[in-house]
């Protein structure tokens, strides 16, 4: 399945980056470098995405995608050396 999930990234004093989703948010995780922390987003969703089921709550509308034959508006960070 493919969601599609706003994030936003706060860097942290002591280093890293909290990734927190105001769409849901139950969604937190972290890492030392952006690509860590957003690697660990797949994680933080997937357990978000279970509390979810358990609790029998439905997810925000429009955060599953079904339709993977259309295109799909998506925004990256993209980093260059």
């Given at each position: 399945?493919?969601?599609?999930?706003?994030?936003?990234?706060?860097?942290?004093?002591?280093?890293?980056?909290?990734?927190?989703?105001?769409?849901?948010?139950?969604?937190?995780?972290?890492?030392?470098?952006?690509e860590e922390?957003?690697?660990?987003?797949?994680?933080?969703?997937?357990?978000?995405?279970?509390?979810?089921?358990?609790?029998?709550?439905?997810?925000?509308?429009?955060?599953?995608i079904s339709?993977?034959?259309?295109?799909?508006?998506?925004?990256?960070?993209v980093s260059?050396?």
């Amino acid at each position: 399945m493919i969601y599609k999930v706003p994030l936003v990234l706060a860097p942290q004093p002591e280093g890293g980056f909290t990734v927190t989703s105001p769409l849901l948010p139950e969604l937190v995780t972290e890492g030392d470098t952006i690509e860590e922390a957003l690697e660990n987003v797949q994680d933080a969703l997937e357990a978000t995405i279970e509390m979810y089921q358990d609790l029998a709550w439905q997810l925000p509308k429009n955060v599953q995608i079904s339709d993977t034959a259309s295109p799909v508006w998506l925004e990256a960070l993209v980093s260059t050396r």
